[in-house]
């Protein structure tokens, strides 16, 4: 069996506060396809939404033959930012570019790695930290 991550929930108190910068964030990661959710609290519950009525985004990345890995951004009243950090794996030649681009997306608190661990450090509109990274191989 090999170790893989199926997918990832993120919390926020307001989706339309960060939702735009998703978009932009997960397109550019390459998750291809938006879909539209409704959950409910603490994820009790969950059924397909629509653009006029949701409370949940996931972004999907492309076909691979195998279970589509997705994020997905729920509102949820009182969420806070979270404390830890979701990485995503990016090549290393992208890095620059990422740290370029992320303010006209809406990120904040960016930071850039050093020379040891090549990533950009960075939160969303609304706190909840994120990184994108080029991890190197063991040698």
């Known amino acids: 069996m090999s170790l893989a991550i199926d997918h990832v929930d993120m919390r926020v108190a307001a989706l339309g506060a960060v939702e735009r910068f998703y978009d932009a964030f997960a397109e550019r990661l390459g998750f291809t396809e938006k879909r539209y959710s409704k ?3 603490g994820g009790s519950s969950w059924e397909d939404g629509s653009p006029d009525d949701y409370n949940a ?3 999907y990345a492309r076909e691979s033959g195998g279970p589509r ?3 997905g951004v729920i509102e ?3 969420a806070q930012p979270a404390k830890s950090r979701v990485a995503f794996a990016v090549p290393e030649e992208e ?7 992320l303010p006209g997306m809406g990120a904040r608190e960016i930071e850039l790695g050093d ?12 706190g909840t930290r994120l990184e994108v990274c080029a991890r190197r191989p063991a040698p």
């Open 39 to 41: 959950v409910g609290f």
């Open 57 to 59: 985004v996931e972004y």
């Open 69 to 71: 890995l997705f994020f």
């Open 76 to 78: 949820e009243i009182d």
């Open 95 to 101: 890095l620059e570019e990422w740290a370029r681009v």
């Open 115 to 126: 020379p040891s661990y090549p990533a950009v450090f960075f939160t969303d509109p609304l």
